[in-house]
Structures are given as C-alpha cells and as structure tokens.
T-cell receptor, first 113, second 114 residues
C-alpha cells in the first residue's frame, strides 16, 4: 500500500492557461474524491467517482473544471482558462466504502499569477 | 446540506494539559463521523472515526464519542504533547447518493508548548 499520490505537487501558471492534475488512489479503493482547500479553511468537496462513474459534482465546480477517471483507476482534474481565484490546494482522496474514512494524497498546490 | 461547527481556535496549551475540541454537525440521517489531523507541512490524516451512535473512536490517545442526541463529536485527549501541534478537522460523511462525501469544519489550530 503506497498511499494516494498526486502529481504535480506544485503548479504555477498564468491566468488563462489550462492545467491538469493527476491522482493515483490506493489500488483496491473504488471511490475517489476531489476537494479544494484554501488557506485557513477546511477542504471543500468538488466531485467524486465510484469506479469510472462520476456520481456527484459540487456547485463549486464551474464549467471550466472537468474530471475523469478512465477505467476506474487514476483520475485527472482539468481546469481550463485558469483564474486567480482558482489558486488553492487540490486534494484527492480514496476509500473502499463510505464509512471507513478516506485517505488523502499530499495535494497539488496551484498558484495562478 | 451537511454542515459542521468547530470550536474556534487557535487553542494554545502547555504539555500534559487536557484537550477538548468541540464539534457539532447537521446532517441527514446518521452519518459516520471523522476527525482528521493536518500536521505542519503534511497532508490530511485520518485520526479516528465512529460509525454509529454511542460509538467511541480512539487513536494515539485521542477519543471522540458519537452523540446522536446532541449531534456532537467532541475530540478529547488527556495529556497533550508538543507533537500534537496541528490543525484538527471534524467531518461527517454523507449518506445516500453522496455516500462517503466529507463535509469539513473550518479546522482548529492547536499549539502545544513545552
């Protein structure tokens, strides 16, 4: 069990550019979640997958955001036309069910200049 | 939707002091309840959990009891250490179609001095 991994760990981009983040969950976990955390706040839910199906998206997830989980393994989160307000830590978590808890990756810190 | 209210911080204690961080929540049904901890420069770690009313979750000397009647899940530790300095988050997990989705409180910063 190598834990949840995320790549890249840090991303600096200019406003208007597109960025893509990757998350590799714990191998036997079928649920995968994306959250966003800004400084001094708790994480906020963005979206979640059960296997390859995206089952819920938060209202926080504007049309500029899209997430995929092909084949139910790794997941990608893409932000198009980035804005300064997108600057945050993007966290990925995985779990085997809904009641035992989620295991978080180290996060990708996005800075939009 | 679900919501969480945590005790405001920061909380500053001396080593070996007793710790309580209050957490109350609103949620549909009877969610599982979690405490997560974020040490400086590290990611979120699951600290403890409780899945039904009156369950007590415990780990590393920390405890929390699922109180359905008061919708609370207060975190306690009898004797804190400097290494417990971190940010603590309370989070219920949604049921139904949002199964497992966590709603986090704003976090409570704990600083323990020697």
């Amino acid at each position: 069990d190598t834990g949840v991994s995320q790549d890249p760990r840090h991303k600096i981009t200019k406003r208007g550019q597109n960025v893509t983040f990757r998350c590799d969950p714990i191998s036997e976990h079928n649920r995968l979640y994306w959250y966003r955390q800004t400084l001094g706040q708790g994480p906020e839910f963005l979206t979640y997958f059960q296997n390859e199906a995206q089952l819920e998206k938060s209202r926080l997830l504007s049309d500029r955001f899209s997430a995929e989980r092909p084949k139910g393994s790794f997941s990608t989160l893409e932000i198009q036309r980035t804005e300064q307000g997108d600057s945050a830590m993007y966290l990925c978590a995985s779990s085997s069910d809904g009641i035992r808890g989620q295991y978080f990756g180290p996060g990708t810190r996005l800075t939009v200049t | 939707g679900d919501s969480v209210t945590q005790m405001e911080g920061p909380v500053t204690l001396s080593e070996e002091a007793f710790l309580t961080i209050n957490c109350t929540y609103t949620a549909t049904g009877y969610p599982s309840l979690f405490w997560y901890v974020q040490y400086p420069g590290e990611g979120l770690q699951l600290l403890l959990k409780a899945t039904k009313a009156d369950d007590k979750g415990s780990n590393k000397g920390f405890e929390a009891t699922y109180r359905k009647e008061t919708t609370s899940f207060h975190l306690e530790k009898g004797s804190v250490q400097v290494s417990d300095s971190a940010v603590y988050f309370c989070a219920p997990a949604a049921g139904g179609t949002s199964y497992g989705k966590l709603t986090f409180g704003q976090g409570t910063i704990l600083t323990v001095h020697p």
